[in-house]
Nanobody, 122 residues
Framework: QVQLVESGGGLVQAGGSLRLSCAASGRILGTYVMSWFRQAPGKEREFVAAVSKFSAITYYADSVTGRFTISRDNAKNQVLLQMNSLKPEDAAVYYC???????????????WGQGTQVTVSS
């Protein structure tokens, strides 16, 4: 069983940066692929980024490639999402999720955090 708690969301101007954190209870290193998804009002939850079980491989949605960076801090058992050059269209609730296998389909994820709101003003 894994519990995930996100933090770091907030209000930022377009072009600014935020860093999201996902703290995990339970061992995630070597066990789970860790991902970030986001969901804007009226839209389906969409894949943002993922990091493999041992941090060797990262994956990104085309819309965030070059601006967002996902990483794992294995010593702290947490996952980070550094978001730079934020755009108004990045505004959403951001969720951390864990899965035994990599997927961009949110329905394949076993564990979810409660989400953290990111608002980007233009």
């Amino acid at each position: 069983q894994v519990q995930l708690v996100e933090s770091g969301g907030g209000l930022v101007q377009a072009g600014g940066s935020l860093r999201l954190s996902c703290a995990a209870s339970g061992r995630i290193l070597g066990t789970y692929v860790m991902s970030w998804f986001r969901q804007a009002p009226g839209k389906e939850r969409e894949f943002v980024a993922a990091v493999s079980k041992f941090s060797a491989i990262t994956y990104y949605a085309d819309s965030v490639t070059g601006r967002f960076t996902i990483s794992r801090d294995n010593a702290k058992n947490q996952v980070l999402l550094q978001m730079n050059s934020l755009k108004p269209e990045d505004a959403a609730v951001y969720y951390c999720a864990a899965s035994s296998l990599y997927s961009r389909d949110y329905r394949r994820y076993d564990y979810w955090g409660q989400g953290t709101q990111v608002t980007v003003s233009s």
